[in-house]
């Protein structure tokens, strides 16, 4: 195991190594003793007999907002709320009864002295205090004893160990209420008593001297930081009030319940223990290390399996939500090496792709030659995720399959957030086999490696996917998926592509057998035919009209189940190009699609089989006609269908051409930028350019082309990427 953090890689020692609970909650226990001994008028509070003494369980504190109307203060908790049909509720001023949103009003301030200047942090007042007398819990207002309490202990300096360190010029601090409470260091995140009471919970376990023991003690402890800190937020909703912090995020909330030591860890340490009593490992089961991924401390090819979770872009910071419990342990993550998009630390899209594929590299390096990495992601951006497939295939990865993993339980961003993607994806990639690789190496450009290369793709692939009883279309068996792995694997090894489009496909057809779209090795039809019988209807794949090339898709899939009239195709065509379509893509005419990639049939001929087919099925008066029956050819006529393969490699090739020449239009295009063009033109124009290792004229093109259009298409990244790579940019 292997992270970049030091907090990770503490959590995952401590679940990888022998736990010692026959003596872990005793001792646990005894640090809860020593700690109340030491401190135990923290948190103590006068009963309802006014006597006898309780002790504290939490304290709900709120913060202090400013009318805007007559500079009154106002306790957020304790505010009256005013609601209004379609707004958000407003606060009523105690003093001059005026209403304001929360956003309107002020943050009162606490001006205080730290490391010789004047900082300040929210005014905060406690309104409430849970405490236990007996077995029993109640609740009171704080009195005045109380009050003084929390005074004393302001005025105390804070331990000299307690971790002062300042939170960096990052998304995730300076950002939303870490900004506005001016929350800047791990010292700020803490109120006074809740800073000695783990200060002092912290040492304590630092002098256990069983060396082992203290991991597993401080394995625990670490866990109670964040619900000591502001960021426990007091939900009055009868719930624990412990562990009320967000997940994925800094979020210090307007109302704090401050939880004492003995409140979050009484128990824990009894569940901790009978977790793990079943638990048996030894020492050398596992490695942990804390470094980047991309130098790991493994030889080549020895590992047989690699999976990794890494950050989604910009979605989580992991760096920063970890340095506060790293601060304790008084090692930081080196975010430098971090594989995040940050503007705030001029991270952008080209240095997130730069890191994950290096990782990857080193991924591949260490994993045995035909074995499986398994990448989970989320991302809603389209960049993000095409910089990720781009890394893996230039690390030397083949995707074989991405499907959804649903953890039931979302992120903070997951479950607010519209745009956000509510379901991780994972992505199933293999490390070639050494023998195709050596088979390349001897047989270089020819079109026998590339049906090498596809022979062995397919049999990595799922033969049959299924969801709720139906199939699913495989989109990795999709033709020009297949073709477009099989030119990443040729560039990648700088072997130039040996096939054009329409050989490859023309002879994907003849040497391998297709169904319902998809392309299979001969052996494994047997089993996909089986699995097609015990199915209601053939998979269907997910057509998402947002460019030239899914728009040519769109219309395959359409024209071959119903040869259709210009008339008739246009709005069904035309509904397709919504809001999905993409920004600087130009949009086609449907007439020229069908022009440049269909055959219509214009009356003359016998009706085409395809046709034939659909009217004979469709049309009772027309049924068991002959496909030269007047009737038949008239109701045929001005029908656009899709051509058989062997036609259909001539419009291919006329195709090209005519985008090739489009393409020459773009190069001598000279000092501007494109603002709208066919990504067709460029995607044939950078594959040519290629295979003429004209690869300066991919960079200069690409150059002209706005940066969200290249990042945000995969097949354009590739080729950019490895054009940049030759030139050494």
Not at 216 to 241: C, H, V
Not at 398 to 425: R, W, Y
Not at 577 to 592: D, I, N, Q, V
Request: hydrophobic share 35%.
């Amino acid at each position: 195991m292997n992270d970049l953090s030091p907090a990770a890689t503490f959590i995952s020692a401590n679940n990888n190594v022998p736990f010692f609970s026959d003596s872990y909650e005793r001792a646990g226990r005894k640090l809860l003793a020593e700690l109340w001994s030491s401190i135990h008028w923290m948190y103590e509070t006068t009963h309802s007999d006014g006597k006898s003494l309780g002790r504290i369980e939490y304290t709900v504190w709120s913060e202090v907002f400013i009318c805007p109307s007559c500079s009154g203060e106002n306790v957020f908790l304790d505010a009256e709320k005013v609601s209004y049909e379609g707004q958000r509720d407003r606060i009523r001023c105690s003093s001059c009864g005026a209403e304001a949103r929360k956003e309107e009003m002020a943050l009162a301030q606490t001006q205080f002295l730290e490391d010789g200047h004047v900082q300040w942090r929210p005014k905060r007042v406690p309104v409430s205090i849970a405490y236990k007398f007996g077995s029993k819990v109640f609740e009171k207002k704080p009195d005045q004893t109380d009050l003084d309490v929390l005074r004393r202990i302001e005025e105390l300096e804070l331990p000299s160990a307690f971790p002062h360190v300042s939170f960096r010029s990052s998304k995730t601090f300076n950002e939303g209420r870490m900004r506005t409470t001016n929350t800047r260091n791990t010292r700020s995140i803490f109120l006074p008593r809740a800073a000695h009471a783990l200060a002092k919970l912290w040492a304590l376990a630092e002098r256990e001297s069983d060396k082992k023991l203290r991991v597993n003690l401080l394995y625990s402890i670490e866990q109670a930081i964040i619900s000591m800190s502001i960021f426990n937020r007091y939900r009055p909703t009868g719930y624990s009030q412990f562990g009320q912090h967000l997940t994925g995020v800094f979020y210090v909330g307007s109302q704090h319940a401050e939880c004492t030591p003995w409140y979050i860890l009484e128990g824990k340490f009894g569940r901790v223990e009978k977790a793990f009593q079943s638990f048996r490992t030894t020492y050398g089961n596992a490695i942990v290390g804390a470094g980047s991924s991309m130098a790991l401390t493994c030889p080549d090819n020895i590992i047989d399996y690699v999976f990794v979770d890494p950050p989604f872009g910009f979605n989580i910071f992991y760096a920063d939500l970890n340095k506060i419990v790293e601060a304790w342990h008084q090692v930081i993550s080196d975010v430098d090496g971090e594989a995040v998009i940050d503007d705030y630390s001029g991270k952008d899209i080209r240095v997130y792709q730069r890191l994950i594929k290096g990782c990857f590299s080193e991924f591949f390096r260490v994993l045995k030659p035909g074995r499986w990495m398994t990448v989970v992601f989320s991302n809603s951006q389209a960049k993000v995720w095409n910089a990720i497939q781009v890394a893996l295939q230039e690390a030397g990865f083949v995707v074989a399959e991405v499907t959804t993993l649903d953890k039931k339980q979302g992120s903070f961003k997951q479950v607010t957030s519209t745009n956000a993607v509510k379901q991780d994806l994972v992505i199933s990639a293999y490390k070639p086999n050494g023998g195709l690789e050596q088979r390349l190496a001897e047989r270089g450009a020819a079109p026998e490696s590339a049906w090498d290369f596809v022979q062995t793709h397919l049999r990595q692939l799922s033969v049959a996917k299924s969801k709720n009883g139906m199939l699913e279309f495989v989109v990795e068996r999709d033709p020009r998926r297949i073709y477009d792995r099989m030119i990443a694997w040729f560039v990648r090894h700088d072997v130039p592509v040996p096939l054009s489009t329409e050989e490859f496909l023309d002879g994907l057809r003849s040497r391998f057998p297709e169904r319902d779209g998809m392309v299979f090795l001969p052996e494994q039809i047997p089993e996909y035919d089986r699995k097609r019988a015990q199915s209601a209807q053939p998979p269907q794949m997910e057509m998402f009209v947002a460019d030239e090339r899914s728009a040519i898709d769109w219309l395959t899939d359409f024209l071959r189940k119903r040869p259709s009239t210009y008339q008739e195709v246009h709005p069904e065509f035309t509904a397709q190009l919504g809001a999905g379509w993409k920004k600087h893509e130009t949009r086609p005419e449907l007439s020229a699609l069908l022009e440049d990639n269909f055959l219509r049939y214009d009356g003359s001929a016998d009706v085409p089989s395809q046709i034939h087919n659909y009217l004979s099925t469709n049309y009772h008066d027309l049924r068991n006609l002959e496909k030269s029956e007047p009737r038949l050819k008239a109701k045929a006529k001005d029908r656009w269908f899709v051509p058989d393969p062997n036609k259909a490699q001539d419009l291919e090739k006329k195709r090209e051409k005519a985008l090739l020449k489009e393409f020459e239009e773009y190069r001598n295009t000279f000092g501007r930028k494109l603002k709208e063009f066919r990504l067709e033109v460029l995607r044939a124009g950078f594959k040519a350019a290629w295979a003429n290792k004209d690869y300066q004229t991919i960079v200069s093109i690409a150059n002209k082309v706005p940066e969200d259009a290249l990042q945000e298409d995969e097949r354009l990244l590739f080729w950019y990427d490895s054009a940049l790579t030759r030139t050494g940019g």
